[in-house]
């Protein structure tokens, strides 16, 4: 079974915005696994910042219940999505997915 995973960049200075595509050979499972961890560290880190899922949504520029549905685990963002997160928790895409990949080696 194949996923694609869709990725945005905003071409800088331009106004314009690419889409790239990727079909990647990842188990259903496998996306599914790395969505409910995104979703519990995005949970996580929320709640250490004493923030509403409304407020960070507004924050991040997303509709409140696609931040729930993030959270639990119901859809895959984007690397869009995961950068406007990080700023409006007041960190980096790089920590967030730090923390994703630590998740992951809990059940191991």
Request: proline share 2%.
């Given at each position: 079974?194949?996923?694609?995973?869709?990725?945005?960049?905003?071409?800088?200075?331009?106004?314009?915005?690419?889409?790239?595509?990727?079909?990647?050979?990842?188990?259903?499972?496998?996306v599914e696994s790395i969505a409910k961890r995104?979703?519990?560290?995005?949970?996580?880190?929320?709640?250490?910042?004493?923030?509403?899922?409304?407020?960070?949504a507004a924050e991040a520029e997303l509709h409140?219940?696609?931040?729930?549905?993030?959270?639990?685990?119901?859809?895959?963002?984007?690397?869009?999505?995961?950068?406007?997160?990080?700023?409006?928790?007041?960190?980096?895409?790089?920590?967030?997915?730090?923390?994703v990949e630590k998740e992951g080696g809990k059940?191991?």
């Open positions: 079974m194949c996923n694609i995973i869709m990725f945005n960049f905003i071409m800088c200075g331009r106004g314009c915005t690419l889409s790239v595509a990727l079909l990647l050979s990842l188990p259903g499972a496998a995104f979703g519990a560290v995005l949970r996580r880190r929320r709640e250490a910042a004493k923030i509403s899922q409304e407020s960070l409140r219940n696609y931040v729930g549905l993030l959270e639990r685990g119901k859809q895959v963002p984007s690397i869009l999505v995961v950068e406007k997160l990080a700023t409006a928790l007041g960190t980096t895409m790089s920590s967030l997915m730090r923390d059940g191991k």
